[in-house]
Nanobody
Framework: QVQLVESGGGLVQAGGSLRLSCAAS????????MAWFRQAPGKERDFVAA????????YYGDSVKGRFTISRDNAKNTVYLQMNSLKPEDTAVYFC??????????????????WGQGTQVTVSS
C-alpha cells in the first residue's frame, strides 16, 4: 500500500507560478512511476506529467510542455510539480498518483493504482 498526500495548491493570477508537493509513504519501493493528473469540473482526469523514481526520466502532457516541471527527491519520497506561466485553463484539482508498472511510462489514469486526495489550483484571468 502506498499513501500519497498533495499540498501547495491555491489561487494565483494568470502568468504566475505554484509549486505542488506530493509526499509518499508506505510501500513506496513498489512504485516505479509518479505522476500528476488534473481534473476540471465536467471533464475527464487528464495526464499532466510523470517521473521515474530511479532514472528521473520525465514525460509531459502537450498542454503543459515548457511551462511545468516535475522533479523528485528520493530521500524525502517527495515529488514536485513546478507550474509556471499559469493559464486560466490550468484551473483544476491536481492529483498525485503512483504506478507499479515498469515500462512504458503510463499516461492513463487507470494505470495508476494509488492516488492522493487532490489539491485545488485556481488561476484567475
Amino acid at each position: 500500500q502506498v499513501q500519497l498526500v498533495e499540498s501547495g495548491g491555491g489561487l494565483v493570477q494568470a502568468g504566475g507560478s505554484l509549486r505542488l508537493s506530493c509526499a509518499a509513504s508506505g510501500r513506496t519501493f513498489s512504485s516505479h512511476t509518479m505522476a500528476w493528473f488534473r481534473q476540471a469540473p465536467g471533464k475527464e482526469r487528464d495526464f499532466v506529467a510523470a517521473i521515474r523514481w530511479s532514472t528521473s526520466s520525465t514525460y509531459y502532457g502537450d498542454s503543459v510542455k515548457g511551462r511545468f516541471t516535475i522533479s523528485r527527491d528520493n530521500a524525502k519520497n517527495t515529488v514536485y510539480l513546478q507550474m509556471n506561466s499559469l493559464k486560466p485553463e490550468d484551473t483544476a484539482v491536481y492529483f498525485c498518483a503512483a504506478s507499479v508498472l515498469v515500462q512504458p511510462i503510463p499516461i492513463r489514469s487507470g494505470e495508476y493504482a494509488y492516488w492522493g486526495q487532490g489539491t485545488q489550483v485556481t488561476v484567475s484571468s
